[in-house]
């Protein structure tokens, strides 16, 4: 038997490359909007090694999930800019009906992204039986005056154009 397994130790084989500062690192760059595989090679770990880590390091899947609601928050807030930046596309009159299609291709792209980690909130929403919106799809008072507001706002701004 090895001495080192027989002394208690951790097992033979390569030694865990955790610590708490290459964690910090790793969530940061997540939480930055870099994808786990991206992530995980810009601070020299494997994607899986990060998976096993979930499992292994106490407290370490929550630090990782966090990291992954503000990559998410990350998406919404580059939506917004988007949005920004192609209403100055559609109003530029060289060279902004190309720069208008890669903003609505990054907006799609993104869209995408949400609808598949967030179905419940960006997924599509299917009709009920009678007709109705599933619940998750219903907006209540509050959420209907904020998007009117957008939208007010949206078609002042296409006028001012």
Same mark, same amino acid.
């Given at each position: 038997?090895? *001495? &080192?397994?027989?002394?208690?130790?951790? %097992? %033979?084989?390569?030694?865990?490359?955790?610590?708490?500062?290459?964690?910090?690192?790793?969530?940061?760059?997540? #939480? =930055?909007?870099?994808?786990?595989?991206?992530?995980?090679? $810009?601070? /020299?770990?494997? %994607?899986?090694?990060?998976?096993?880590?979930?499992?292994?390091? %106490? +407290?370490?899947?929550?630090?990782? *999930?966090?990291?992954?609601? !503000? &990559?998410?928050?990350?998406?919404?807030?580059? $939506? !917004? =800019?988007?949005?920004?930046?192609?209403?100055?596309?559609?109003? =530029?009159?060289? /060279? +902004?009906?190309?720069? $208008?299609?890669?903003?609505?291709?990054?907006? =799609?792209?993104?869209?995408?992204?949400?609808?598949? $980690?967030?179905? &419940?909130?960006? /997924?599509?929403?299917? #009709?009920?039986?009678?007709?109705?919106?599933?619940?998750?799809?219903?907006?209540?008072?509050?959420?209907? *005056?904020?998007? *009117?507001?957008? !939208?007010?706002? #949206?078609?002042?701004?296409?006028?001012?154009?």
């Amino acid at each position: 038997m090895n *001495a &080192r397994v027989s002394a208690g130790n951790r %097992p %033979p084989g390569r030694p865990r490359k955790y610590n708490e500062a290459l964690a910090e690192r790793l969530c940061d760059a997540i #939480a =930055d909007g870099l994808s786990l595989k991206r992530a995980a090679a $810009l601070c /020299g770990v494997g %994607p899986s090694s990060v998976r096993r880590w979930m499992d292994a390091v %106490p +407290g370490f899947k929550a630090r990782y *999930a966090r990291a992954c609601e !503000l &990559r998410l928050l990350l998406l919404e807030e580059k $939506l !917004l =800019d988007l949005c920004e930046e192609g209403h100055d596309a559609a109003v =530029d009159s060289e /060279g +902004g009906s190309a720069r $208008l299609r890669a903003v609505k291709l990054e907006i =799609d792209t993104i869209k995408w992204q949400l609808s598949k $980690l967030l179905p &419940r909130q960006y /997924g599509e929403k299917s #009709a009920g039986a009678e007709g109705e919106l599933p619940l998750s799809a219903r907006m209540d008072r509050e959420e209907m *005056a904020v998007f *009117a507001e957008m !939208l007010a706002a #949206a078609r002042a701004r296409i006028g001012e154009g």
